[in-house]
């Protein structure tokens, strides 16, 4: 009995030079350990104190419940942190002068401008683009995202991963051609994600209000040279950095409607990544309700058969 007593309290010592301050034993663990005490005092009555070692004297258990006696409480893992991102800093916002003549030679310097600002040069990665806006620059209509993905950055181009391949899709359910319209994207770079390497990074995250505050002047300066009739804004962070920021909590409040920016009518939708994440005909059918009034604000024509589109359960 003295040795397992011995035995208890160099584990009470071992688990308290660790760092635990607390060990739950069930009730039955304690009454047993009083027994064993008093069958000990009860063996050697007459025996002096000094007689037992103060070793073997057990260490003050608290009582708290567990499943068996003297099992150390789990000590629960430190949650890692989430990674926080910092708004970068910025320079303040370019101010874009567009050069005089046509609208091919002012997009070409605007681009040519855009792909060399040294601003967003720094924020690329060794093998990616910048990416400026594409399409026609006669189009009646401009659809305007938030930033490049993971393909956008590697192609140069907005919208050419699984949501811009839908996106043309839904552009040719209106009965145009991807060709036949505008996208860009309110910001030129990928924004970086922490812990990010120089091969790439895994994920994107929405760009800050600093980042977009500083490449709005440049999609600015495409809806001067474009001139389209109307804009759509893709998504809520577009129509964040649209409308205002903080101007809004959910898409829901501004989805649907008719706003303005750059004194042109707009119109705020889904991103087409909404219809990716569960293509259901609901879903499909509310982004189509909102393209149905851009289409009708353009100018285009509106067959019945797409009026229909997506109400089928």
């Known amino acids: 009995m003295r040795a397992s007593l011995t035995a208890i309290t160099e584990e009470l010592q071992r688990l308290k030079a660790a760092g635990v301050r607390a060990v739950p034993v069930t009730e039955e663990g304690l009454r047993n350990l009083r027994a064993q005490i008093a069958a000990r005092r ?16 057990p260490a003050p258990v608290p009582r708290e419940r567990s499943a068996s006696a003297f099992t150390p409480a789990p000590t629960p893992a430190p ?26 030679a002012r997009w070409a310097a605007l681009r040519t401008m855009v792909l060399g600002d040294p601003v967003c040069q720094s924020h690329v990665r060794p093998g990616k683009q910048v990416v400026f806006g594409v399409g026609s620059i006669e189009a009646r209509i401009m659809f305007v995202g938030e930033a490049p993905g993971a393909e956008e950055e590697v ?10 391949q839908l996106l043309t899709k839904m552009i040719q359910g209106m009965g145009l051609k991807r060709e036949e319209v505008y996208i860009g994207n309110i910001m030129n770079w ?3 994600m922490p812990g990010g390497n120089a091969q790439g990074q895994v994920g994107n995250r929405p760009p800050t209000e600093a980042e977009m505050r500083y490449c709005l002047p440049y999609l600015r300066a495409q809806i001067e040279v474009v001139n389209p009739v109307l804009l759509v804004a893709l998504g809520k962070t577009a129509a964040e950095g649209l ?6 909590k959910a898409l829901g409040d501004v989805r649907g409607r008719w706003h303005e ?9 889904y991103h087409p990544s909404y219809i990716l994440r569960e293509p259901t005909n609901r879903k499909k059918r509310m982004i189509w309700e909102d393209l149905l009034q851009v289409m009708e604000r353009a100018g285009l024509p509106v067959s019945d058969k797409q009026r229909g589109y997506f109400l089928g359960k």
């Open 261 to 269: 920016f750059a004194g042109r009518p707009l119109m705020v939708t």
């Open 190 to 192: 990928r924004p970086e």
């Open 79 to 104: 949650k890692p942190a989430a990674p926080t991102v910092k708004e970068p800093p910025l320079p303040p916002a370019p101010a874009v002068v567009l050069p005089e003549g046509d609208k091919a």
């Open 243 to 248: 409308l205002g920021f903080h101007t809004f």
């Open 155 to 164: 192609q140069g181009e907005p919208f050419v991963g699984p949501a811009g």
């Open 42 to 57: 009860t063996a050697l009555p007459a025996a002096p104190k000094a007689a037992v070692p103060p070793a073997a004297e």
